[in-house]
């Protein structure tokens, strides 16, 4: 039991260095880890307990290793979220209703700085997306509506937003798709969700915050809608059916 404590508490020393080193300045974003032999030299502890840093610290996000190479600093948050997010699913932790809620938050802050920051191009783009949605496949109007909605929190221009935005999706995007399907198959929900798209990129060309932030609020609506009508149990676990 002894050799399981020490062991523990070897491998954290080696997180504790690395991620003091980060603070320091000393290692930055891009740089080269000392390697594994050296390491475990210069923190008296085993190679095992370091191989099980590097292990915890690139589940973590903080680098990423390269076979060959060595490990690297990296800022992977997006990938720590995802994992996380994904066990707190599979801990029944969370559960769709709740990310579903977590998103509107979060896109509606961000099309509302969308509103102010949004480049021509982007722009351009969003009305090409929502002009194409109208007669778009099922496997287009899926791809299209994750496009749109990767275009908004990229022109909120806020980096945050951005990461966790990709990182719920990740997580969640087996469902996303399938609940996009199925409100695309409602003919009353489908039509909603059009307009929804449509009065967004249209708020945004206008680069009116508030009526921006309204239809996406609408289009999470129709979202929910769909969710606890067609999609989802009452206790927020997907419907088995």
Same mark, same amino acid.
């Given at each position: 039991m /002894?050799?399981? +404590?020490? &062991?523990?508490? $070897? !491998? #954290? %020393? +080696?997180?504790? !260095? @690395?991620?003091?080193?980060?603070?320091?300045g000393d290692l930055k974003r891009g740089e080269k880890l000392?390697?594994?032999? *050296?390491?475990?030299?210069?923190?008296?502890?085993? /190679?095992?307990?370091v191989r099980e840093a590097m292990r915890t610290l690139s589940l973590m996000g903080f680098i990423s290793s390269t076979q060959g190479a060595?490990?690297?600093v990296?800022?992977?948050? #997006?990938?720590?979220?995802?994992?996380?997010?994904?066990?707190?699913?599979m801990l029944n932790e969370t559960d769709y209703r709740q990310i579903s809620e977590l998103r509107q938050g979060l896109e509606s802050q961000a099309i509302l700085?969308? $509103?102010?920051?949004?480049?021509?191009?982007?722009?351009?783009?969003?009305?090409?997306i929502a002009w194409e949605m109208r007669g778009a496949g099922m496997e &287009?109007?899926?791809?299209?509506?994750? #496009?749109?909605?990767?275009?908004?929190?990229?022109?909120?221009?806020? =980096?945050?937003?951005?990461?966790?935005? =990709? $990182?719920?999706? *990740?997580? @969640?995007d087996s469902f996303i798709d399938d609940m996009h399907r199925r @409100?695309?198959?409602?003919?009353?929900?489908? %039509?909603?969700?059009l307009d929804a798209h449509q009065g967004i +990129?249209?708020?945004? +060309?206008? /680069?009116?915050?508030?009526?921006?932030?309204?239809?996406?609020?609408?289009h999470f609506r129709v979202v929910d809608e769909a969710i606890f009508s067609l999609v989802l149990n009452q206790d927020g676990t997907p419907k088995t059916d």
């Open positions: /002894r050799d399981s +404590v020490g &062991q523990g508490k $070897a !491998y #954290e %020393k +080696v997180i504790d !260095y @690395i991620q003091g080193e980060i603070l320091k000392p390697p594994e032999r *050296e390491l475990a030299e210069l923190l008296g502890v085993g /190679r095992n307990s060595g490990n690297f990296s800022c992977n948050l #997006e990938k720590n979220l995802a994992e996380s997010t994904r066990m707190m699913m700085l969308a $509103a102010e920051r949004i480049a021509q191009a982007q722009l351009s783009r969003l009305e090409q &287009q109007s899926v791809a299209l509506d994750k #496009e749109l909605h990767g275009i908004i929190g990229e022109a909120s221009g806020n =980096r945050l937003i951005m990461v966790i935005l =990709r $990182a719920l999706a *990740e997580t @969640i @409100i695309m198959s409602n003919e009353d929900l489908g %039509k909603r969700l +990129v249209l708020a945004l +060309v206008d /680069r009116n915050g508030p009526e921006a932030v309204r239809m996406m609020r609408e």
